[in-house]
């Protein structure tokens, strides 16, 4: 019913950035919030970082400083901008939005992209 495209990853240098975007489509009428989760291999996935619409952001102690969400209401669409990038950042980065999809009920549904890998070499 919704489909996020990712876009952004790569490999990028110690202290290095990337910027990642995450565009939500299809049966949206009212996005609630959207953010990002990454998964390294061996660990659980955690929260990045996210944005509701009102422009709430939340963070992960350890981006706190150095990533920076944004979001673009009319185009349904979020950023992520990861500065002094480090090697524990390496994992697959996931778009999460959380989605009103009818004005005729309250229910709201979670819907994941497909991931991005980030890389970052020391």
């Known amino acids: 019913q919704v489909q996020l495209a990712e876009f952004g990853g790569g490999l990028v240098q110690h202290g290095g950035s990337l910027r990642l975007s995450c565009a939500a489509s299809?049966?949206?009428?009212?996005?609630?919030?959207m953010g990002w989760y990454r998964q390294a291999p061996g660990k659980q996935r955690e929260l990045v970082a996210s944005?509701?619409?009102?422009?709430?952001?939340n963070y992960a102690d350890s981006v706190k400083g150095r990533f920076t969400i944004s979001g673009d209401n009319a185009k349904n669409t979020v950023y992520l901008q990861m500065d002094s990038l480090k090697p524990e950042d390496t994992a697959v980065y996931y778009c999460?939005?959380?989605?009103?999809?009818?004005?005729?009920?309250?229910?709201?549904?979670?819907?994941w992209g497909r991931g991005t890998q980030v890389t970052v070499s020391s």
């Open positions: 999460n939005s959380v989605v009103r999809n009818s004005p005729y009920t309250t229910n709201i549904n979670q819907y």
């Open positions: 299809g049966r949206i009428f009212r996005i609630n919030a």
């Open positions: 944005i509701t619409s009102d422009g709430n952001t």
